[in-house]
């Protein structure tokens, strides 16, 4: 960050070509997931995509619940994931 306040170094850090990326949230061991077209993608801290939870239909919105647990709001469905990450990380 810019000592005026900017931000500085901007690179883009994930490109999600299938629809628009919507909901963003960071797990315990630094994962970071994004509603996507077909479910709910999930990106190293690098920005590397690791892994898909697919749903076939667009995650209209997530939340990571603790312990381990996700819910998925799809258009028509709601989903219930296991995943291996304690809780959701405080930024």
Do not use: H
């Amino acid at each position: 960050m810019c000592s005026d306040g900017t931000l500085s170094n901007r690179k883009t850090f994930a490109f999600v070509p299938t629809g628009i990326p919507d909901g963003i949230k960071v797990d315990s061991k630094g994962r970071v997931y994004t509603g996507a077209g077909d479910g709910v993608w999930v990106y190293n801290p690098s920005g590397k995509l690791i892994g898909k939870i697919y749903t076939g239909k667009t995650a209209a919105n997530f939340q990571l619940t603790g312990n381990g647990r996700m819910i998925i709001t799809g258009q028509t469905k709601l989903y219930y994931v296991t995943i291996a990450a304690n809780n959701q990380a405080v930024l």
